[in-house]
């Protein structure tokens, strides 16, 4: 091992107080007292753990609390026998009780501390001989104690996934990806990472209290975390669907929401069981919109599945006008609504339902492609009885409409031809309240 690896070693150290432990080792590795070397390292890790033990329990872990009351009475005593009994017992501690370690890292631990005591204590292996490590030895062990133990961070799987269980409630949650990777998944071990996206996943299915605030957050929570690491995404998202399945716990509002929440990513389709979209299809030909709309059914917009795509648009062109602004609402995708709110556009029979009509539109805006820009213009010119025109805000959702509209020549050309349209047609029928001298001035101005 060079000087420059157990420069690292030393630099990962999270405990300040750690670090010094660590030094010892070090210095008796570089001079070649390797049993010296050994026995410090056991002390260092039993230390850092204790750091961390009681770091939880402060943090308001009860589990490792009750843990740091019994040794702070047997050191409070003088009562040498729990002592032991803790150092003998604290890899069992940190891994079942506390998942502080994975399994396999306290079989390794446990092989420091077996040669730990045969440095230790005047033990003889065969022949008599005194047990004599070596470097590699020494090495081995300290590069597993420092994976294990130095460079981690002291948060628990349970503490990880109540704190989370809180914060994901409360008011304080940010809108952030990096926060929610940081804080919570990117420091947790990789077994409490598996629990962590399980939870999310079933909180997105079926949110505690039904509150679509905490299945929205979770369902955030999780294309964060498809996005770092897609292979547990998907192993996670197998697991919780096909237990469900088999449980018969994949019930109706379930389906919907798994729809809704991850029918835009084809590796929903590829691991949502078979069965349940059997289940699927029947509960999309029967079940009432309000339901869809209640269990979030269209929150990103239409599935990738081509035959449920085809259902999909089936069921938004059923919706009514409210309907429709709902599904809008909650959708993060707008692009399967932008057609059908424009059919609304030049369906309107009144003023004021033109106006809601193009307000959906506009909510679309950021999706319309030139093609969609033609459909408006034309739905506002062939409106059976000139609503659209005349409505007294069409003028105000246009503008806003056409600045969030994303900009191309073949747009802009369409843009020009409406603004010019409607100033004619004021012209025309001698009515200077509709003459759209606002909206020419603006779809000018970016020409």
């Known amino acids: 091992m060079s000087l420059r690896d157990l420069e690292q070693i030393q630099h990962d150290v999270v405990e300040p107080r750690s670090r010094a432990l660590l030094a010892e080792v070090v210095k008796c590795y570089e001079g070649g007292a390797h049993r010296a070397a050994l026995v410090s390292l056991w002390i260092a890790v039993v230390a850092d753990l204790t750091s961390k033990i009681r770091y939880l329990a402060e943090s308001g872990d009860g589990q490792a609390a009750e843990v740091v009351d019994g040794l702070d009475r047997a050191l409070a005593n003088q009562t040498v026998s729990r002592v032991q009994e803790y150092e003998r017992n604290?890899?069992?501690?940190?891994?079942?009780?506390?998942?502080?370690?994975?399994?396999?890292?306290?079989?390794?631990?446990?092989?420091?501390?077996?040669?730990?005591?045969?440095?230790?204590?005047?033990?003889?292996?065969?022949?008599?001989?005194?047990?004599?490590?070596?470097?590699?030895?020494?090495?081995t062990h300290l590069v597993a104690a420092n994976r294990a133990v130095f460079a981690q961070r002291p948060l628990a799987g349970k503490r990880i996934l109540t704190t989370l269980e809180n914060e994901v409630k409360s008011e304080s949650w940010p809108n952030d990806d990096e926060y929610f990777l940081a804080r919570f998944f990117q420091p947790a071990r990789e077994t409490v990472k598996v629990n962590l996206v399980k939870v999310l996943i079933k909180n997105s299915l079926r949110p505690p209290d039904r509150s679509n605030r905490v299945a929205k957050r979770s369902r955030e929570s999780v294309y964060a975390i498809a996005a770092e690491a897609p292979a547990l995404f998907e192993e996670c998202l197998r697991s919780v669907l096909h237990t469900w399945e088999t449980s018969a716990s994949l019930g109706d509002e379930e389906l919907v929401r798994a729809v809704g929440?991850?029918?835009?990513?084809?590796?929903?389709?590829?691991?949502?069981?078979?069965?349940?979209?059997?289940?699927?299809?029947?509960?999309?030909?029967?079940?009432?919109?309000?339901?869809?709309?209640?269990?979030?059914?269209?929150?990103?917009?239409?599935?990738?599945?081509?035959?449920?795509?085809?259902?999909?648009?089936?069921?938004?062109?059923?919706?009514?006008?409210?309907?429709?602004?709902?599904?809008?609402?909650?959708?993060?995708?707008?692009?399967?609504?932008?057609?059908?709110?424009?059919?609304?556009?030049?369906?309107?029979?009144?003023?004021?339902?033109?106006?809601?009509?193009?307000?959906?539109?506009?909510?679309?805006?950021?999706?319309?492609?030139?093609?969609?820009?033609?459909?408006?213009?034309?739905?506002?010119?062939?409106?059976?009885?000139?609503?659209?025109?005349?409505?007294?805000?069409?003028?105000?959702?246009?503008?806003s409409i056409y600045s969030g509209c994303p900009t191309s020549v073949e747009a802009r050309d369409e843009w020009s031809a409406l603004a010019e349209w409607l100033h004619e047609q004021g012209v025309e029928n001698d009515d200077e309240y509709y003459l759209y001298d606002a909206f020419n001035e603006l779809v000018s101005a970016n020409e």
């Open 261 to 399: 929440a991850y029918g835009s990513r084809s590796i929903f389709w590829s691991v949502f069981p078979g069965t349940g979209r059997s289940r699927l299809m029947a509960l999309l030909d029967h079940c009432e919109l309000g339901m869809l709309l209640d269990e979030r059914f269209f929150v990103c917009g239409a599935p990738v599945d081509p035959i449920v795509a085809i259902r999909f648009k089936q069921i938004v062109d059923e919706l009514d006008a409210e309907q429709l602004s709902r599904a809008v609402r909650q959708s993060m995708d707008h692009r399967a609504f932008v057609r059908p709110a424009i059919e609304r556009v030049r369906l309107s029979a009144s003023f004021r339902g033109a106006e809601a009509n193009l307000r959906l539109v506009e909510k679309c805006s950021a999706d319309l492609t030139p093609e969609d820009v033609a459909l408006l213009r034309e739905a506002i010119e062939t409106n059976a009885r000139d609503q659209v025109r005349l409505a007294g805000y069409t003028e105000a959702i246009l503008s």
């Open 90 to 139: 604290i890899l069992d501690t940190a891994e079942k009780r506390l998942g502080i370690l994975l399994p396999r890292e306290r079989v390794e631990l446990e092989r420091l501390n077996e040669d730990r005591n045969l440095c230790a204590h005047p033990g003889y292996i065969d022949d008599g001989e005194v047990f004599m490590p070596d470097a590699e030895v020494v090495r």
